[in-house]
């Protein structure tokens, strides 16, 4: 956790930019007011990162016409900017695998390198360990289910240079001639709102239909993957783990651009005519000589233990150890573990830093654990895998990942859904935060958690 107060402690909110080396999902961000385009607008622009930024609509111009204009133009360049009438205040900026700012500033070079701020930086890992990124999550899906939310336009950016114009002319009547000019009514804040859309029971419902949505895309690939098979890879790989590493191969490869892997670039122009996008990765997939990043261990190595482990009515039989191999052998794990910090590894400290098992350090952890009923790691597995019918397990997986009484810090909707596709891979093909990408990069309208 940071601190950022600009002068007072030395420590400027532009410090709190990610590196280009940083590999980060997306970024969201509300910030009420603003007009700096140097900062967190150019951050993304230069790493190609998307983001998505609500900012406040009202009479008094709060954010300014030129960088509104700004915002426009790069509609293009994956950055998309909603405007909230009136009750926006929030300053919170989230970048997808890196962290949180909450704080005082606003978008201004002022509030980033002069004014008296103050605002704190929060990794992932530190919030995922208290289960405070679900509150995250929620915040910027509850802004863009708001009713009132309007979309940038070159008609509100007009509207607002003219109300500017207006307010330089005649500061005396500048709020009640500013108010008429306005074209979108005063807004009263959520108090006013219909809250039932923002309802746990809503959310799962969109989330299972977003799923669900996904998951026809990816038994639409499975079904096209077995006839492009290329000659390293088994026959006996199902068809879902082929199309999984299909898509692996193609975001790794195809994808990447140095550090960065700008698939809202490749989803721009692949969108309106997935099928071609998707048959020139296959031939390319099929032609390969070899795997080029590991293509074959997953399929033949790794997915199987997570099968054979994970075997129907053998769960509640997993040890220690057979967890271990489990973690190894799944790659949002992995990931997720590569990610965390020492500290949240090791919380009672390290003896020899030089020889660290992460993987290992984190088994131990998440076996200790228990969610709020009770529940094992084991139990949380078998009730996602097994404990109701298959076509419901997209509901059980919403649950496991974001209900509090049943989520395990530090094991998501990723690796849980992951693992039921190596589990499996009749009912549910692996989906991880990866694949999301893959099949975005492809053209298909997913979302990527």
């Known amino acids: 956790m940071d601190f950022f ?5 030395k ?7 990610p590196k280009s080396n940083v590999e980060i999902d997306w970024v969201k961000a509300a ?4 007009d700096d385009s140097e900062t967190l607008i150019k951050n993304c622009l230069q790493n190609k990162r998307r983001l998505d930024i609500w900012m406040r609509y009202d009479h008094s111009v709060p954010v300014a016409p030129s960088l509104l204009k700004l915002l426009l133009r790069n509609v293009g360049n994956n950055i998309f900017c909603s405007l ?29 390198w002069n004014n008296i701020e103050f605002g704190v930086f929060i990794s992932e890992d530190e919030l995922e360990s208290d289960g405070s990124l679900i509150e995250i999550e929620s915040f910027f899906d509850d802004l863009a289910e708001l009713d009132v939310v309007i979309p940038l336009t070159r008609e509100i950016i007009d509207e607002q240079e003219a109300i500017l114009e207006l307010r330089k002319k005649d500061l005396e009547s500048v709020e009640k001639q500013s108010k008429r000019r306005r074209s979108v009514e005063v807004w009263g804040g ?61 975001y790794y490869n195809k994808v990447k651009e140095g550090n960065s ?51 129907i009515g053998k769960i509640q039989e997993l040890n220690f150890d057979e967890f271990v191999e489990i973690c190894r052998a799944n790659h949002s794990t992995a990931d997720h573990v590569r990610r965390l910090s020492l500290e949240v590894l090791y919380p009672d400290g390290l003896d020899d830093s030089n020889n660290v098992d992460r993987v290992e350090a984190f088994a131990t952890s998440i076996w200790a654990k228990r969610n709020m009923k009770g529940q094992s790691i084991k139990d ?19 649950m496991a990942a974001t209900d509090k009484a049943y989520k395990i810090p530090h094991f998501g909707i990723n690796q849980l859904a992951e693992i039921a596709g190596w589990a499996r891979p009749s009912l549910h093909p692996p989906r991880n935060g990866r694949t999301s990408k893959a099949l975005r990069a492809l053209g298909y309208d997913v979302k990527v958690y």
């Open 5 to 9: 107060a600009n002068g007072l402690n």
């Open 11 to 17: 420590n400027y909110l532009v410090n709190v930019l």
């Open 31 to 34: 910030i009420a007011y603003g």
């Open 84 to 112: 909230i009438p009136d009750m926006l205040h929030a300053k919170v900026i989230w970048w997808r695998n890196y962290g949180v700012y909450i704080g005082s500033a606003n978008l201004t070079g002022r509030a980033w």
């Open 190 to 250: 959520t108090d006013f709102i219909n809250t039932d859309k923002s309802s746990k029971k809503n959310k799962a419902e969109r989330f299972v239909r977003e799923w669900q949505q996904g998951l026809f895309y990816l038994r639409k690939l499975a079904d096209l993957a077995p006839n492009y098979k290329p000659s390293w890879l088994n026959n006996a790989v199902p068809a879902s783990w082929q199309a999984d590493q299909f898509l692996h191969a193609f």
């Open 261 to 311: 892997y700008p698939y809202e670039e490749f989803y721009c122009k692949n969108s309106k005519n997935p099928a071609e996008a998707v048959e020139r990765a296959l031939s390319w997939w099929e032609q390969l000589a070899r795997p080029p990043s590991d293509e074959d261990y997953n399929c033949h190595e790794r997915a199987p233990i997570i099968n054979e482990l994970l075997a």
């Open 380 to 398: 949380l597995l078998h009730f996602v895998l097994d404990s109701g019918a298959a076509e419901k397990l997209p509901h059980r997986l919403y």
